[in-house]
């Protein structure tokens, strides 16, 4: 046994000397916020490409005389029709005679109130669910992405994965803006969610950069910006109102990852864990560099370094009973979060007022609740607040229904308050999951509890033709299930801002043992 492996040192310990907020840090921080801020506007972009379009039945005999849309004659179509089905016509004269009011039949042509939406130029009248499952295939494309993201991460690094994904999402989704068919936009928007989404890798190569005293204080920036990139979505939605146009605003800036080859490091704990001490020692020389602090070469030589097979890594986490109980709890967190927050986003129709300047008001509100998220589990560890942000949420969206329409800013507040709790419960949930999981298998956990989570993101879209049978039934089903989901908080164990595990015997006893004991543990046996 030699006296290095006895005085092993955990990358924590490094960090911590390296500071918190110092000049690289908020470098990186920066490159790191921008996936943030682009995945605030593709991750809803069907929200307004896809938006609702009213449309009517076109009467061949009576379109002559009807000069607007909102004024066709009362006597062609049935009132309940929703722009279906008309009266058969009896005659080619526009009259309350020419038509048999006991027989009708489908419509076959339309008119549309936006003639270039989404809608109208793929002719989806009547066809609701085409409109709705635009967000469903980039929920499914998501979910199908994050299955190999987070293993490609983990294999190739955080940094190459950030900017292959990132490049996608420029290549798939500007090309979205060019589809001359339904078929072929729903397939670029399958590719551009599977293949563009960089959120993940950058998430934890962002938990990966600080010690854990500030792990929690970044998270702050990272969702400010994903705030900001909502509220240009709205704003550009609101200027460029052709969605063609539109689409092209909000993934060009995408291409931008492409200079991230050249300014962005790696993760150097990603690197200590595949093995590269050498490559991890430079880039941590760099760091204290640009830091304008001494590091003590005696700390570098003996830090940790985990050689894990690749291929071996996921397994090994799964053979352990502990960590497979706790994937099982943050499948159902996720798939909660995702049904709840994407439910509210695209429901956000339903609110009287403005279309843009609501969403622009619920992207804002995503900035104190990430800021009281960050205060409140520095000060409440994990366990307690996400229990009680699951149970709030669910108690607010159950409420919403009581709420009299007519009091406008009442109804509209309880809403804003939904999606202020759930944003504060998702980002815990976030911050949770990457957590309770060992440095060689983070970001695959990570990613695939996000994977299979999205299958609340794809039902999500389709929560609106539920209004259909009942206009509250939306907001009471994200209440149940986020009341269920709380309740499971129960059978993980509390966190602080602790070192990161390692290791699986790390991931076991977190939240039970320091993890520099355990790291002695092993190099003693």
């Keep these: 046994m030699t006296s290095t492996e006895v005085e092993s040192v955990h990358l924590d310990v490094v960090l911590e000397k390296l500071g918190g907020f110092s000049r690289y840090n908020i470098q990186a921080m920066l490159l790191i916020s921008f996936a943030f801020f682009n995945n605030g506007m593709h991750c809803i972009n069907y929200v307004m ?51 048999n009011s006991s027989s ?14 989404f809608v109208a130029e793929f002719n989806l009248a009547c066809q609701d669910w085409k409109r709705t499952f635009v967000g469903t295939i980039h929920s499914i494309g998501l979910m199908c992405g994050l299955f190999f993201q987070g293993l490609l991460s983990d294999k190739i690094g955080r940094k190459a994965a950030i900017i292959i994904a990132g490049l996608s999402a420029a290549l798939f ?25 960089n959120c993940s890798p950058a998430f934890i190569l962002g938990v990966e950069l600080v010690h854990g005293d500030y792990r929690l204080h970044q ?53 200590l864990s595949k093995g590269k001490k050498e490559q991890a020692m430079k880039l941590l020389l760099k760091i204290a560099r640009i830091n304008k602090t001494n590091l003590d070469e005696k700390l570098l030589v003996n830090i940790r370094c985990e050689d894990n097979g690749a291929n071996s890594a996921l397994w090994a986490t799964f053979k352990s009973k502990i960590v497979l109980k706790r994937f099982l709890t943050c499948l159902i967190w996720w798939m909660s979060c995702t049904f709840i927050s994407f439910g509210l986003v695209v429901n956000i129709d339903s609110l009287a007022g403005n279309k843009y300047l609501n969403f622009g008001i619920m992207s804002l509100s995503d900035i104190p609740a990430s800021i009281a998220m960050v205060f409140i589990l520095k ?14 949420a669910g108690l607010v969206c159950l409420i919403h229904p009581l709420v009299p329409r007519e ?53 999500a879209p389709m929560t609106p033709l539920l209004t259909q049978y009942m206009e509250s039934l939306p907001t009471i089903l994200f209440g149940s299930i986020s009341i269920a989901a709380g309740l499971t908080t129960l059978l993980v164990p509390d966190l602080d801002n602790e070192p990161l595990p390692d290791n699986v015997l790390e991931a076991e006893n977190i939240g039970s043992c320091p993890l520099t004991t355990l790291s002695h543990k092993d190099n003693k046996e």
Aim: proline fraction near 5%; glycine fraction near 4%.
């Design 49 to 99: 490409v896809a938006e609702e379009t009213p449309y009517r039945c076109k009467i061949e005999q009576c379109e002559p005389q009807i000069k607007v849309f909102d004024s066709p004659y009362n006597f062609t179509t049935p009132h309940s029709s929703r722009g279906c089905y008309k009266y058969t016509s009896v005659s080619e004269e526009c009259s309350p005679f020419s038509f």
């Design 104 to 117: 009708v039949e489908p419509c076959n042509e339309w008119i549309y109130k936006k003639k270039d939406s």
């Design 173 to 197: 989704g500007i090309s979205k803006s060019f589809a001359t068919t339904y078929l072929s936009y729903i397939v670029l928007e399958w590719f551009e969610a599977t293949f563009g989404e």
């Design 219 to 271: 998270q702050i920036f990272f969702c400010v910006m994903a705030a900001l990139g909502g509220v240009l979505f709205a704003l550009a939605a609101y200027i460029v109102p052709y969605w063609r146009d539109f689409v092209q605003v909000i993934y060009a800036p995408s291409l931008l990852f492409i200079l991230y080859y050249f300014i962005m490091d790696e993760s150097v704990r990603w690197l």
């Design 379 to 392: 000060r409440f560890k994990r366990k307690k607040p996400l229990l009680i942000s699951f149970l709030t």
């Design 407 to 459: 009091y406008l800013w009442l109804s509209t507040g309880v809403y804003f308050l939904g999606r202020f709790v759930s944003t504060f419960t998702f980002g815990t949930v976030y911050i949770y999951t990457s957590e309770l999981f060992p440095t060689y298998s983070r970001n695959s956990m990570h990613a695939l509890c996000s994977a299979i989570g999205r299958i609340g993101s794809i039902l």
